[in-house]
Structure formats: C-alpha cells, structure tokens
Nanobody, 115 residues
Framework: QVQLVESGGGLVQAGGSLRLSCAAS????????MGWHRQAPGKQRELVAT???????NTANSVKGRFTISRVNAKNTAYLQMNSLKPEDTAVYYC?????????WGQGTQVTVSS
C-alpha cells in the first residue's frame, strides 16, 4: 500500500505562484509515472501534467508555459511549480502515482486563485 501526501496548496492572487509537492510513503517501491489532475467545481477532473521515471513530461495546453512538473526519484516525490496563476486554475489538485500498473491517488489539495 502506497500513500501519497500532498502539500503546498493555498490561496494566491492572480499572477502569483505556488508549488505543490507529492511524496510517496514508501521509499522502496518503484514508481512509474507521477502527475497531477485537477477538478474545479462543477467540472470534470482534467489532466494537468505527468512525468515519467526518466523525466519525460506532458503538460496540458491550458497550463503549458506556466506550470512545470519535476520529480526526485530517490525521494519518490514529485513537484508542480505553478507560475502566473489565473482564477481559472482554481481547483482541487490531486497527485497520482503509477506503481506496477496500479494508480494511487493523493488526498487532494485546494488551490484558489483570486482575481
């Protein structure tokens, strides 16, 4: 069983920055892809960014150029640096980790961007 602990959410003004972290509880498991989805009120959950063990990233067009995903494999931890935040980025952000084909989810962290 792998638990993902998220941190770094909060309230920020438009144009500001936040950095989310996602740390796996187990250091001995091999995690394949890690990433984040987000879900705004009344909307479907959408992919934000992913990163493979080798560092290959994929970022949604809506956040491309503003959000950067990274990871430290030795710590089984991923990061999402969010710059130039917009009110439409307001959502609950959920990190996930693929371990041997099984997907684990974090508890979610609220990001609120005020205009």
């Amino acid at each position: 069983q792998v638990q993902l602990v998220e941190s770094g959410g909060g309230l920020v003004q438009a144009g500001g920055s936040l950095r989310l972290s996602c740390a796996a509880s187990e250091m001995t498991v091999r995690i394949n892809t890690m990433g984040w989805h987000r879900q705004a009120p009344g909307k479907q959950r959408e992919l934000v960014a992913t990163i493979t063990t080798g560092g290959t990233t994929n970022t949604a067009n809506s956040v491309k150029g503003r959000f950067t995903i990274s990871r430290v494999n030795a710590k089984n931890t991923a990061y999402l640096q969010m710059n130039s935040l917009k009110p439409e980025d307001t959502a609950v952000y959920y990190c996930y980790a693929n371990v041997g084909g099984y997907v684990y989810w974090g508890q979610g962290t609220q990001v609120t961007v005020s205009s």
